[in-house]
């Protein structure tokens, strides 16, 4: 028996749905492009994600490090 004013269980839970779906926050893979975006313009004029730019420079020295390690463990040998 339906009470006038009162919603549903399913109409409460659809409507909880609806409102985690669409904040960034709950959604794991949104929240870590946010973290990882450019804190200026995270979007550029196209509409692609822009990263940040300590996120380059951290992947750009990691990319150094690996190649001076793998120049020395295998083809720094005479």
């Keep these: ?6 919603i549903s269980l399913q109409q409460a839970r659809e409507a909880l749905r609806s409102i985690y779906r669409s904040d960034t926050e709950s959604n794991l ?17 196209k509409g692609n994600w822009k990263p940040s730019p300590i996120l380059l420079l951290i992947a ?7 190649g001076v ?6 083809g720094g040998r005479p």
Aim: aromatic residues 12%.
């Design 1 to 6: 028996m339906a009470v006038p004013g009162y």
């Design 69 to 74: 390690f793998l120049y020395f463990s295998v």
């Design 60 to 66: 750009a020295l990691v990319l150094a490090l690996a």
């Design 29 to 45: 893979e949104k929240a870590l492009l946010e973290s990882l975006s450019d804190g200026i313009k995270p979007v550029d004029d």
